[in-house]
């Protein structure tokens, strides 16, 4: 399946500074990197499960925010600048 995954970390504290460096990383695992805080990639549904418990573990659920869009078609999604 085709994945769209977008993160945005608090950073007003060093903690938030931290997470945003290791989520970076686990999206970069799995995902391409395609701006600031968005990425995209082909995934199967274990390896999709693995990125959403390493990210879960990372966040704060009180001030960060995730999302993910699943789409089964790639070629269904549409790009338009």
């Known amino acids: 399946m085709y994945i769209i995954g ?9 903690k938030g500074q931290t997470r945003l460096v290791k989520i970076m990383k686990v999206f970069r695992k799995y995902l391409h ?3 600031k805080s968005v ?4 995934l199967s549904e ?3 499960n693995s990125l ?3 990210a879960k573990k990372i ?4 001030e960060d ?4 869009y699943k789409i089964d078609n790639k070629k269904i999604a549409k790009e338009s600048v």
């Open 6 to 14: 977008v993160y945005d970390i608090c950073t007003n504290e060093k």
């Open 65 to 68: 925010y995730l999302i993910f």
């Open 33 to 35: 990197h395609i701006q």
């Open 39 to 42: 990425f995209e990639g082909e």
């Open 59 to 62: 966040i704060n659920i009180n």
């Open 52 to 54: 959403m418990l390493e």
């Open 46 to 48: 274990a390896k999709f």
